[in-house]
C-alpha cells in the first residue's frame, strides 16, 4: 500500500474552476451563517490584484484548501503601520484536523514578514466557533475592528504580531 501523497502550498492564480468551486463551497457555507451585508468575502477579481498573494492547499492533484493576504496600508485602528489581511481561508470539511490550515496561514505570515509587515489581521463570524479557536490557537488575539469594517454584532477581529 502507498503512502498518501504530502500535501503542497504554493502561490496560484485563484481563478481556476476548482478553486472557483472551493470559493462556492465556502461561500454556501457563510450565506447559511450571516446576513450578505455580514459576509465580507473577496472575489475572483479582487483575489488577482497586485497586493494580494493567494494560496492553494493541494494533495496530488485535489485542492483542499486556500488561504490569501492582501497588504494594506497603515491606518489610525493599525496605529499607523501597514498590516496584512488574511482572507478567504478556506479548508474542505473532510481535510480538518491535518494540519493544513495552519500550513496555510504560516506561510501566509511568512510572506508577510518577508514584505516587512509586522502585523496580521482578520475578520470571521462568531457563528464559527472552529475558526474562532483556530486562530486563537495560532497566536490571534481579539481586537476592535480595522479596515473600514463596522461592529455589526456578528463579525469578531483578530491580529497577530509577527516576528
Known sequence: MSAEPAIAIRAESPDQPEVVALFRELDDYLAALYEPDHNHILGVQELLAQHVYFLVARRGGDAL???????????????????GEIKRMFVRPQQRGRGVARALLEKLEARLLGRGIRLATLETGDRQPEALRFYERCGYVR?????????????????????
Do not use: I, K
Open 143 to 163: 481586537r476592535a475592528a480595522f479596515g473600514g469594517y463596522e461592529e455589526n454584532g456578528t463579525s469578531v477581529f483578530y491580529a497577530r504580531r509577527l516576528g
Open 65 to 83: 484548501g486556500c488561504g490569501a493576504v492582501r497588504v494594506m496600508p497603515p491606518e489610525a485602528a493599525t496605529d499607523s503601520q501597514p498590516y
